[in-house]
């Protein structure tokens, strides 16, 4: 059981790097590298859950719009959390390179 989630994991994993494997980067657009691999993605987990419902009572259709929203909510998550890290990263990094000394110059004193 644990090796066929490690087989899954690593198959369903490189479906959203392929576009990036086998597109030149510099002759496309990075936008719609980006589409193209969500839709990949969409796709194999439709595929998955249609697997999943092989070995239980749920209908094949159910079975894989119910992985693939599930899927696609995660990775939006995954996604989102990591914009929100990278501004953060980001603004921190911009507010040491205005104030390398870390003093607070919002102050004033009279």
């Known amino acids: 059981k644990g090796c066929m989630t490690f087989i899954s994991f690593i198959i369903c994993g490189i479906v959203p ?3 990036y494997m086998f597109v030149d980067i510099h002759s ?3 936008d719609t590298n980006f589409y193209i691999s969500i839709g990949m993605t ?3 987990l439709f595929l998955l859950g249609v697997l ?5 009572y749920v209908s094949w ?3 894989g719009l119910s992985i ?3 899927g696609c909510i995660a990775a939006g998550a995954a996604y989102g959390i990591s914009a929100l890290a990278e501004y953060a990263v ?3 990094i911009e507010c040491h390179l205005l104030n390398p ?3 607070d110059t919002t102050t004033v004193t009279s």
Do not use: D, I
């Open 17 to 19: 790097l392929l576009v």
């Open 68 to 70: 693939m929203v599930l």
């Open 52 to 56: 999943k419902s092989m070995a239980s």
């Open 28 to 30: 496309s657009s990075g």
């Open 42 to 44: 969409a796709s194999a």
């Open 90 to 92: 980001a603004s921190k």
């Open 61 to 63: 259709y159910r079975s």
């Open 101 to 103: 000394a870390g003093n």
